[in-house]
């Protein structure tokens, strides 16, 4: 396999993610009377099953991180070298960045109403709340991944499944708030091109701290102890 297969599928995987995934708010908008930024159903229930198909088609490529905070979580864990988990990140924003930039030519009136899907915080909802509740529900899609994906012991044959659900469940539980973004790739992308930052950090600080507490959580309780010091072959 080329030594830069695994980059690639991180650009096409996140390029996916993020053109759907706010794509489908971009879409939502076009529908709805200018200014109304609500999100339907079917929009975050397209989330979730986007991430099953990706993860079950770049798996055996990359991993499949399609998501920085993961990546981070895999190095600080010692399951991934500093080097590759930053051509990772960097191939993760490249992809959005392209996702965004597509969606722009399709929904050129969502640049500056919906800021082509990226999230924003909830009515009344202060950052640092919308911050603890991105750390909490990355914090369980992490943990997911980790004990699907990752450990040896269990089959991996549902494992996207799995993913997609806890990746549809807290889309679901946080998106009134925070907008739902579990991923900072998913902000960053229409962020970049539609130029709308407020509250940047948000989606930055919240999933890398979740990602990374469940990486040691499950390494220091659930880990088997041979595999401790162990580098995950597919990011080496």
């Given amino acids: 396999m080329n030594k830069y297969s695994k980059y690639i599928a991180e650009i096409l995987g996140t390029l996916l993610i993020v053109f759907i995934g706010a794509g489908a708010v971009c879409a939502g908008h076009s529908v709805k009377m200018a200014g109304d930024q609500g999100v339907p159903v079917w929009a975050i229930t397209v989330f979730g099953v986007v991430i099953v198909a990706v993860v079950y088609a770049t798996s055996y ?67 640092w709340k919308a911050a603890s509740i991105e750390c909490l529900v990355t914090f369980l899609f992490v943990f997911t ?43 960053f992308g229409p962020a970049i091109v539609s130029g709308h930052f407020d509250y940047y950090y948000v989606w930055w600080l919240g999933p890398v701290i979740g990602a990374i507490a469940a990486g040691f959580l499950y390494g220091k309780v659930f880990k088997q102890k041979a595999e401790g010091k162990e580098i995950n072959s597919a990011c080496s």
């Avoid at 699907?148 to 549809?168: P, Q």
């Avoid at 807290?170 to 973004?181: D, E, L, R, W």
Wanted: proline residues 3%.
């Fill in 61 to 127: 490529i990359s991993g499949s991180h399609i998501n920085p905070a993961v990546t981070i979580s895999y190095w600080a864990t010692g399951r991934m070298y500093a080097g590759t988990a930053l051509y990772y990140i960097i191939s993760q924003l490249a992809g959005a960045v392209l996702a965004a930039y597509f969606l722009s030519l399709l929904f050129p009136g969502a640049i500056s109403t919906v800021f082509l899907g990226t999230c924003t915080l909830g009515e009344g909802v202060g950052s």
């Fill in 145 to 187: 991944i980790f004990a699907t994906a990752v450990d040896k012991r269990t089959s991996k044959l549902l494992a996207g499944v799995a993913i997609g659900l806890v990746y549809l469940f807290g889309v679901s539980i946080s998106i009134t708030f925070s907008g739902g973004a579990l991923n900072p790739a998913r902000v």
